[in-house]
């Protein structure tokens, strides 16, 4: 399974970027999706997930209201509408895979993603 992440860039505080994670899994629909986040120096962190039918979603309280993930089955790509952005939220972005198909809830660990992409860089001036 590989994850491609793109969209990421260079934005001043008050902007938007959306960034894009395209997979190769003809199974997209089964999973679960996640984005995680991390700075330099700092844990990888959880930002948002989606379950596989799009029904629910889940979000860190540092991007509640701002951010926006979002999936599309048919082009078997998964979205994250980041708006409102800070500076707080420079960071290196990746998508992750849920580990297991068909789950009834959006994991929030690391260790319930299986598959990660490469990781887009977003930077955030002030």
């Known amino acids: 399974v590989q994850l491609q992440a793109s969209g990421g860039g260079l934005v001043q505080a008050g902007g938007s970027l959306r960034l894009s994670c395209v997979t190769s899994?003809?199974?997209?629909?089964?999973?679960?999706m996640g984005w995680f986040r991390q700075a330099p120096g700092k844990e990888r962190e959880f930002v948002a997930g989606?379950?596989?039918?799009?029904?629910?979603?889940y979000y860190a309280d540092s991007v509640k209201g701002r951010f926006t993930i979002s999936r599309d089955n048919a082009k078997i790509t998964v979205y994250l509408q980041m708006n409102s952005l800070r500076p707080e939220d420079t960071a290196v972005y990746y998508c992750?895979?849920?580990?297991?198909?068909?789950?009834?809830?959006?994991?929030?660990?690391?260790?319930?993603?299986?598959?990660w992409g490469q990781g887009t860089q977003v930077t955030v001036s002030s």
């Open positions: 899994e003809r199974t997209f629909s089964s999973y679960g």
């Open positions: 989606i379950d596989w039918s799009g029904g629910r979603t």
């Open positions: 992750a895979r849920d580990k297991a198909v068909y789950r009834v809830d959006v994991p929030r660990v690391r260790y319930e993603y299986n598959y």
